[in-house]
């Protein structure tokens, strides 16, 4: 979880999960990590280059792609609604709704999240690697940025569910799997080529993020294994 930290911030979310859940020889184990390959990085590239990534290219990469449509983060749902962009015909023009709208589900989900470790984490194996696994997929879905190849990370819970789960659970997590299977990078040209060559419409924009829905379903029945 440090790697993955240290190339893409968001993982770093997992530290509340630590925290929270009192995990110190993991917290302990993440921060010393976390810290070691920073510091190599900053000795291998030079102290220019390392912080010009967090000064300039981040904040660049954020601009060009926020609103990119292979995106499957919630960042870019709101800055596709809401900000001008190559891809999506706005419902409206305003930086400040982003910020608000995006701000909003990030506090009702984090604040999901701890509520859930603070019940559930401990209580049993199967219910604290659920916790573990709510923590692992919100934290990309919140990033203002991901792509496809993150989904990787929603494998264990599907694992778990067919494990574990009812016998409709098992029967959803099958479902998700193959649609979460279908690349975005198929579906988008599809959709565009229908309005081509006029940018797609706000609302029919969803259709792209098909994907949020999915990992949000498991989210869900993964809480419901940690209830029983």
Not at 117 to 127: D, E, M, P, R, Y
Not at 168 to 187: D, H, N, T
Request: hydrophobic fraction near 55%.
């Amino acid at each position: 979880m440090a790697l993955a930290s240290a190339l893409k911030l968001f993982p770093g979310l997992l530290v509340l999960y630590f925290l929270i859940g009192r995990y110190w020889k993991a917290l302990i184990g993440f921060c010393l990590a976390y810290l070691f390959i920073l510091a190599l990085t900053l000795l291998v590239v030079g102290n220019e280059d390392f912080f010009r990534y967090f000064t300039d290219i981040a904040p660049l990469n954020l601009k060009l792609y926020r609103s990119h449509p292979l995106s499957i983060s919630l960042y870019s749902v709101v800055a596709s609604v809401f900000t001008d962009n190559p891809h999506v015909m706005p419902l409206y023009f305003s930086e400040k709704l982003v910020t608000f709208f995006y701000g909003f589900f990030f506090l009702a989900i984090l604040l999901q999240l701890i509520q859930l470790t603070l019940k559930f984490s401990g209580k049993n194996t199967i219910a604290t690697f659920a916790c573990f696994y709510c923590w692992s997929i919100c934290s990309f879905l919140l990033s203002p940025i991901s792509w496809e190849h993150n989904l990787l990370i929603v494998i264990p819970a599907i694992l778990l569910l067919l494990a574990v789960g009812s016998y409709y659970e098992k029967r959803f997590s099958i479902v998700i799997a193959i649609l979460s299977g279908i690349p975005l990078v198929s579906v988008v040209p599809v959709i565009q080529g229908i309005f081509s060559p006029v940018r797609v419409p706000a609302l029919i924009f969803f259709a792209f993020k098909y994907h949020i829905l999915l990992m949000l379903l498991v989210v869900r029945m993964l809480v419901k294994v940690q209830e029983r």
